[in-house]
């Protein structure tokens, strides 16, 4: 899985993107909604337009569950334990989306951290979001 050094690397830039977590969540998002427009059939309640104060909101919440997450990634299907619930039994999201949005939040990261995104970030990055969308996809089986 993930060694110590890529471990400590997911929580350096997590720690580093929290403050801008609504702009890389919500662009995230925006990615996966344009490449992949099936998904929006979750959001049609919302206002899932580029600025609109759901869109932010939500990419916040997704963006500060992954820097969480990354703190104890040993402790991953405990820390999404709420978010696995909420996700397969009350919004019944298709797990399928788990793996869109996460190649959609490497794009967004790549975008927004440029030089800094090497190709290690990127690798161990890859891999704790696969871990991340495997998590909440548990409680499909």
């Given at each position: 899985?993930?060694?110590?050094?890529?471990?400590?690397?997911?929580?350096?830039?997590?720690?580093?993107?929290?403050?801008?977590?609504?702009?890389?969540?919500?662009?995230?998002?925006?990615?996966?909604?344009?490449?992949?427009?099936?998904?929006?059939?979750?959001?049609?309640?919302?206002?899932?337009?580029?600025?609109?104060?759901?869109?932010?909101?939500?990419?916040?919440?997704?963006?500060?569950?992954?820097?969480?997450?990354?703190k104890d990634i040993s402790q991953l299907t405990v820390?999404?334990?709420?978010?696995?619930?909420?996700?397969?039994?009350?919004?019944?999201?298709?797990?399928?989306?788990?793996?869109?949005?996460?190649?959609?939040?490497?794009?967004?990261?790549?975008?927004?951290m440029r030089d800094d995104f090497t190709a290690v970030a990127h690798?161990?990055?890859?891999?704790?979001?696969?871990?991340?969308?495997?998590?909440?996809?548990?409680?499909?089986?």
């Amino acid at each position: 899985m993930l060694s110590n050094q890529e471990k400590m690397l997911i929580v350096q830039i997590w720690e580093r993107l929290t403050p801008v977590a609504e702009e890389i969540g919500a662009d995230a998002l925006l990615r996966m909604f344009a490449c992949f427009p099936g998904s929006k059939t979750y959001f049609s309640h919302l206002d899932i337009s580029r600025g609109s104060p759901h869109l932010l909101s939500l990419g916040k919440k997704i963006v500060l569950a992954l820097a969480e997450g990354s703190k104890d990634i040993s402790q991953l299907t405990v820390t999404l334990a709420p978010l696995q619930i909420m996700h397969a039994y009350q919004l019944r999201i298709d797990p399928t989306n788990f793996k869109l949005l996460s190649h959609c939040m490497l794009v967004a990261l790549s975008c927004h951290m440029r030089d800094d995104f090497t190709a290690v970030a990127h690798a161990a990055m890859d891999k704790y979001l696969s871990a991340f969308a495997a998590v909440l996809a548990e409680k499909y089986r």
